[in-house]
């Protein structure tokens, strides 16, 4: 019996061309930023998504971790849903590893973030408070995705308020499939997006974030702190 695992998209294989490629790739030191199948990966995720650098890291939650590293400092917060990945599933790492205070919102029913809510929570320039530094979204969640027209307002608060504009799309390529949109599409109001390759992709490892080419170099010096170098 041919048995189909359901458990999660991340139990995926590669198939044999994919195998092939693997084993043909050419190869280098990544942390010399001399690996030529790296740097392809990273300049095609970026053109692909309108951005102006990529950095392939380990996995999703790194990468979530580094884009959060480079947008907030000591001190500093980010707006993130209740059950948003970057909050609940990756360990608490970002108050952990980079003294962030994450401050939570309950989501809606489709995982957005009602916008009265996340303006009501970013915080006065005050002593009493931590910075507000960032608002992060998932796209997809739990397998919903976010309206277009949402990306776009909630981009216009956090401009308007000097926050930067994270999306853990972990999934983004399944988002834009279920709006027959291409992928920059949802990319293009953020500034900055993690994607998992090892989320149905059939990769045995890794994501890729893309930003700023500044954000990308906090980000890099962020990921050999981290171990993923
Ligand atoms: C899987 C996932 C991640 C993290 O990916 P890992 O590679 O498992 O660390 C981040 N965000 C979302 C929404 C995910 O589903």
């Known amino acids: 019996m041919k048995v189909i695992d359901l458990r999660s998209d991340t139990v995926t294989r590669p198939g044999e061309a994919m195998r092939d490629a693997m084993y043909a790739a050419s190869v280098g030191d990544d942390v010399y930023g001399e690996d030529p199948t790296v740097n392809a990966l990273q300049r095609r995720l970026a053109d692909d998504l309108g951005f102006e650098a990529g950095l392939f890291v380990p996995s999703g939650t790194q990468s979530n971790l580094l884009a959060l590293l480079a947008h907030c400092e000591r001190g500093d917060e980010y707006i993130v849903g209740m059950d948003a990945h970057t909050y609940k599933f990756e360990g608490g790492g970002a108050a952990v590893l ?3 205070q994450p401050q939570p919102i309950v989501q809606a029913e489709d995982g957005s973030l009602p916008l009265d809510r996340v303006a ?3 915080k006065p320039v005050d002593p009493h408070f931590a910075r507000t530094r960032l608002l992060a979204l998932e796209n997809t969640w739990h397998g919903r995705t976010l309206p277009l027209d949402y990306l776009r307002e909630a981009g216009e608060l956090a401009r308007a308020h000097g926050l930067g504009y994270h999306l853990d799309g972990a999934r983004l390529f399944n988002a834009a499939v279920a709006r027959g949109v291409p992928a920059r599409e949802i990319a ?7 994607v998992c390759l090892s989320k149905g992709l059939g990769a045995p490892v890794g994501s890729v974030l893309v930003g700023t080419q500044a954000l990308i170099d906090k980000a890099r010096r962020w990921r050999k702190v981290c171990g993923g170098g």
């Open 188 to 194: 293009r109001h953020f500034d900055s997006v993690s």
């Open 98 to 100: 980079g003294s962030i």
């Open 120 to 122: 009501a929570a970013i």
